[in-house]
Nanobody, 124 residues
């Protein structure tokens, strides 16, 4: 059974920092692409940052220069370091794992797994 367990969320003042962690089990973590999504109240779930199995990273424009995604394959964990936090960074942060092209469903799509989310609130 696949499990993605996020931790590290909380309440922080504007300008502060948080580090989110997502521990994965039930998958061959090192071959999965990993992503962090954010969902603010009333909004859709948007991609914040991603890291491929090869270590390439990408970021939403709104977080470039402030957030850093990284992974530790030995610990089956992906991290999101968030600095210079702003009120608009508030939301529920979800960890997402995407299977490699070699692992596809019967319908021909890659598997997507999600964590339960962790709340981040940036407020003074």
């Amino acid at each position: 059974q696949v499990q993605l367990v996020e931790s590290g969320g909380g309440l922080v003042q504007p300008g502060g920092s948080l580090r989110l962690s997502c521990a994965a089990s039930g998958i061959s973590f090192s071959i999965y692409d990993m992503n962090w999504y954010r969902q603010a109240p009333g909004n859709e779930r948007d991609l914040v940052a991603g890291i491929t199995r090869g270590g390439s990273t990408n970021y939403a424009d709104s977080v470039k220069g402030r957030f850093t995604i990284s992974r530790d394959n030995a610990k089956n964990t992906v991290y999101l370091q968030m600095n210079s936090l702003k009120p608009e960074d508030t939301g529920v942060y979800y960890c997402n794992a995407v299977s490699p092209p070699s692992i596809m469903s019967i319908g021909g799509s890659r598997y997507n797994y999600w964590g339960q989310g962790t709340q981040v609130t940036v407020s003074s």
